[in-house]
C-alpha cells in the first residue's frame, strides 16, 4: 500500500504500540480481531501516506488491474490439452485407466488405491508407473499427429 517498505514497517510499529499502549480498544461486537487489526494497519499507513504528502502510487503509472479470469485463448488452449489427456488416457488397459483416474483425476494416494481394489501396493505402484510411459507415447503421438490410431498398440 505504501509503496516503500521503511514506511510499512513505520506504520506497522505505529499499530503495535497502539495496541500496547490500549489506544483504540477493540469491540468483539463490532467485528473479529484480526479485521480490526488489518483496519488500524490500514489507517496508519493512510496517515503515514498523507504526512509525506505524496501518493502511493503516481496517478501516471497506475496501470489496469489484470483480469484474474483466463482470456479465451487460454480457455481453448486447456481445453484442447484435456482432450488430448483423456484421448490419450482412453487407449490404456481398462485397469491403467482404473489407476490413472483414481490416483490423478480423483487424488487417491497408492495405499487407498490398493484397499479400494482390493490389490497389493506394489501392483498399483507398477500399473501407475507403466501408465504414465503409455501416456507419455500417446499424448507425443497425439500432438505430433492430432490424432491416435486405435490400432496401434502401445
Given at each position: ?5 521503511d514506511?510499512a ?5 505505529e499499530?503495535f504500540?497502539?495496541?500496547w ?9 463490532k467485528?473479529k ?15 503515514l501516506?498523507r ?11 497506475v ?8 482470456s479465451?485463448?487460454e480457455?481453448?488452449e ?6 488430448q489427456?483423456h484421448?490419450a488416457?482412453?487407449h490404456?488397459?481398462e485397469?491403467?485407466?482404473k489407476m490413472v483416474?483414481l490416483f490423478y483425476f480423483k ?12 490389490i497389493p501396493?506394489?501392483t498399483v505402484?507398477?500399473r ?6 503409455k501416456?507419455?507415447t500417446?499424448?507425443?503421438a497425439?500432438?505430433?499427429?492430432g ?8
Amino acid at each position: 500500500m505504501t509503496g516503500d517498505r521503511d514506511l510499512a514497517e513505520e506504520a506497522l510499529q505505529e499499530v503495535f504500540v497502539k495496541v500496547w499502549r490500549g489506544i483504540g480498544s477493540y469491540d468483539e461486537s463490532k467485528g473479529k480481531f484480526v479485521a480490526w487489526l488489518v483496519t488500524m494497519s490500514r489507517n496508519s499507513a493512510v496517515d503515514l501516506i498523507r504526512k509525506q504528502k505524496k501518493p502511493s502510487v503516481p496517478l501516471d503509472e497506475v496501470a489496469e488491474v489484470e483480469s484474474t479470469e483466463s482470456s479465451v485463448e487460454e480457455t481453448v488452449e486447456w481445453q484442447e490439452k484435456s482432450d488430448q489427456i483423456h484421448q490419450a488416457v482412453r487407449h490404456l488397459s481398462e485397469e491403467q485407466q482404473k489407476m490413472v483416474q483414481l490416483f490423478y483425476f480423483k487424488g487417491y494416494t497408492h495405499e487407498t488405491i490398493a484397499e479400494t481394489c482390493g490389490i497389493p501396493l506394489g501392483t498399483v505402484k507398477s500399473r501407475i508407473r507403466l501408465a504414465l510411459k503409455k501416456l507419455k507415447t500417446s499424448l507425443q503421438a497425439v500432438q505430433e499427429g492430432g490424432v491416435l490410431d486405435d490400432k496401434r498398440e502401445l
